[in-house]
Each structure stands twice: as structure tokens, then as C-alpha cells.
């Protein structure tokens, strides 16, 4: 008989926005303002429409954010075992862009566990990490063992890619994700770079464009180059962008009128780095 095992995701992945299995665990980041002492679960108390009004009115004001602490994944896991589960898999956002992963190998190999616990890197976030814990949960659901889990999440991994487009550099800068000397120049030269996540989960600078819609458009570009005549799930995400949103999705279906595009929103701990109006496009390769 399989081992009940659990699935678990980080916020960080937008799951909350989507139609997901409800016995899929969500460990929450936290957000934080420099003006405001109380800290937000991500998407309980604050959920992306929310977030990005906030930061909209105070554009000074750039949260940080907290992976779930310590002493919340050993409740989680203790509350795990009590419901009958032997296992669990926790996919986790890129270890380069997070220390979550690294946090919960760490707490699962301590005496207060006891729960079997696979600590998988998406190495990205957001949909793409999304697709995959929706997928683990399948295959798992179907009494497929871990092993070949695993295989299927690394196969998803490396045919992953995803170009995005940030409206400011701000965020990116404030939050420790892009060189202050990168940024202050981008800020002089109002620079929208085309950015992507590399493979090995880090954020890449592509190309330094001097307008947004000269960025969206390159990254538009760039997936027609990688996705012409091949079969793909393709992915939006954005950062409360619902116009741009709708143009990429309009234009790709233009071309490929059958490719199915998911549209996600970026939440907020995710868009506490990328800013408002920042948009991603990205595919797997099915």
C-alpha cells in the first residue's frame, strides 16, 4: 500500500489564485512595511489586489518579506502525523531566491520532526512552481512513488522557461535581487531590462531595454523565437497588470489559437521584489 504522503507548496508559487486540491499545504511568506509593525501572511491577510494598491499609493514604501518561520513548519509537520500522513514533499521557490529550501531540509532533520520529509527546489516560482506541486499532488493521488515524483518534477524543471519585464527596478534593487550600481544606473536611464530565470534559478539580465512596451515586446519576442511549432503550456504572470496580461495572451493566440495560456497573478511576496506592473511569459515544454 502507498505511504499517505502530503504535499506542500510555498506561497510564493500563487497557488491561492488558482483551482488546486485543498489538502495541498500552503507555507505562508510574510510581508513587511517599514511604516506598519503588523506583519501579513501572505494572500490570508494581504492578497495581491490588496497589496498592489498599497504599494501604489505609497510607492516609497517597499515591503520585505519572511519565509514561514521555523517553529510554523514543525507545527505544520506535527499537525501532519496527527492526520495520518507518513511522508511529505514540500517544493519549495528557487533556493537562489530564497532561503526557504535550505530552512526546510534543515527543520525536518531536527528531533521535533519525525514525519519523512523530500524538500524538492523548483528553482523558479510563481505558476511554473504551481504546475509542478498540482502535478506531484496527481501523481501521488494515483500512487505513484517518490522516486518517480521526483523524476517528473525535475523533467517539469528542465523544461521551464520564463522572460518577465519589470516596470521600475526599484523593488528588485531594495530587496537585495539586482546590484544597487545595476539599479541606480536603470533608474538614471529609465531602463525596463528583459529579464529571465536562468537555470540555475537566479535572476538573469538579458537584454536592457529603454521603455516598457519595448520590453514587453522583447519578451513577447523571445518566446516566439523558443516556442515556435513546439507543444507548450504557456504561462502569464503578472504583477496587477491585467492589461498586459491580456495583450500577450491576444497575442499569442493570434498565432497559436489553440495553445492553452494560464494567466496567474503574481502575489504579493513575489511582487514586494518585481514591483507593480511587472509581467513574466513563460512555457513548458510538454
Keep these: 500500500m502507498a505511504k499517505k504522503t502530503a504535499v506542500l507548496a510555498c506561497s510564493n508559487s500563487g497557488l491561492d489564485y488558482l483551482d488546486y486540491p485543498k489538502d495541498i499545504r500552503i507555507l505562508r511568506s510574510v510581508i513587511h512595511f517599514e511604516d506598519d509593525d503588523k506583519a501579513y501572511d501572505d494572500f490570508v491577510d494581504m492578497d495581491a489586489k490588496t497589496f498592489y494598491n498599497r504599494i501604489a499609493k505609497h510607492p516609497d514604501n517597499v515591503p520585505k518579506t519572511s519565509y514561514v518561520s521555523v517553529g510554523r513548519m514543525i507545527e505544520i509537520f506535527k499537525e501532519l502525523e496527527e492526520e495520518g500522513y507518513e511522508e511529505a514533499l514540500v517544493i519549495t521557490i528557487s533556493s537562489a531566491l530564497s532561503g526557504l529550501y535550505e530552512a526546510v531540509r534543515r527543520t525536518a532533520q531536527t528531533d521535533e520532526v519525525t514525519l519523512k520529509v523530500t524538500v524538492f527546489d523548483s528553482k523558479t516560482l510563481a505558476f511554473a512552481q504551481a504546475y509542478m506541486v498540482l502535478e506531484a499532488h496527481r501523481l501521488l493521488s494515483e500512487g505513484k512513488p517518490m522516486d518517480k515524483v521526483l523524476e517528473a518534477l525535475e523533467t517539469i524543471r528542465d523544461?521551464?522557461?520564463?522572460?518577465?519585464?519589470?516596470?521600475?527596478?526599484?523593488?528588485?534593487?531594495?530587496?537585495?535581487?539586482?546590484?544597487?550600481?545595476?539599479?541606480?544606473?536603470?533608474?538614471?536611464?529609465?531602463?525596463?531590462?528583459?529579464?529571465?530565470?536562468?537555470?540555475?534559478?537566479?535572476?538573469?539580465?538579458?537584454?536592457?531595454?529603454?521603455?516598457?512596451?519595448?520590453?514587453?515586446?522583447?519578451?513577447?519576442?523571445?518566446?516566439?523565437?523558443?516556442?515556435?511549432?513546439?507543444?507548450?503550456?504557456?504561462?502569464?504572470?503578472?504583477?496587477?497588470?491585467?492589461?498586459?496580461?491580456?495583450?500577450?495572451?491576444?497575442?499569442?493566440?493570434?498565432?497559436?489559437?489553440?495553445?492553452?495560456?494560464?494567466?496567474?497573478?503574481?502575489?504579493?511576496?513575489?511582487?514586494?521584489?518585481?514591483g507593480p506592473k511587472a509581467i513574466g511569459l513563460g512555457y513548458i515544454r510538454l
Design 159 to 274: 523544461n521551464d522557461m520564463v522572460y518577465f519585464a519589470v516596470d521600475t527596478l526599484l523593488y528588485l534593487v531594495k530587496n537585495g535581487r539586482l546590484s544597487k550600481l545595476q539599479g541606480t544606473l536603470g533608474t538614471m536611464l529609465k531602463l525596463k531590462p528583459l529579464l529571465m530565470l536562468g537555470d540555475d534559478g537566479k535572476v538573469v539580465t538579458l537584454e536592457k531595454i529603454r521603455t516598457t512596451p519595448k520590453a514587453q515586446q522583447r519578451v513577447l519576442e523571445k518566446y516566439f523565437d523558443d516556442t515556435k511549432d513546439k507543444k507548450v503550456l504557456s504561462y502569464i504572470a503578472h504583477a496587477h497588470n491585467e492589461e498586459a496580461a491580456a495583450w500577450f495572451k491576444s497575442e499569442i493566440q493570434k498565432i497559436y489559437p489553440k495553445r492553452e495560456v494560464v494567466v496567474a497573478h503574481l502575489t504579493p511576496v513575489v511582487g514586494a521584489h518585481t
